[in-house]
């Protein structure tokens, strides 16, 4: 898997500049499939970082009405990447 396809998009919430700002901690949404090393490689060589720790969780679909059903969204995967104390993302 390539690194741009391992690493969708980063997440900017309040929580995650918040994480940002206390704890040098950036969120990702990533593929359902990557694994921690492969997400820790990713972001090193796509932002030129030294990643400390990687932690992954899959959200879960919200349900959706439609007319007749309900139906659920896809799940996805969000990775908290802890960056080195020297090191530093300017997303925003």
Do not use: C
Not at 17 to 33: C, E, M, Q
Not at 83 to 89: F, G
């Amino acid at each position: 898997m390539d690194n741009t396809q391992v690493i969708i998009k980063p997440l900017i919430t309040e929580k995650s500049a918040r994480l940002t700002h206390s704890r040098n901690t950036v969120a990702f949404h990533v593929h359902p499939k990557a694994t921690k090393p492969q997400i820790k490689q990713a972001v090193e060589q796509l932002y030129s970082v030294k990643v400390a720790d990687v932690r992954t969780m899959v959200r879960k679909g919200k349900p959706k009405r439609t007319k007749y059903k309900v139906t659920t969204t896809s799940d996805w995967k969000r990775a908290l990447v802890q960056l080195a104390e020297d090191s530093k993302i300017e997303l925003f």
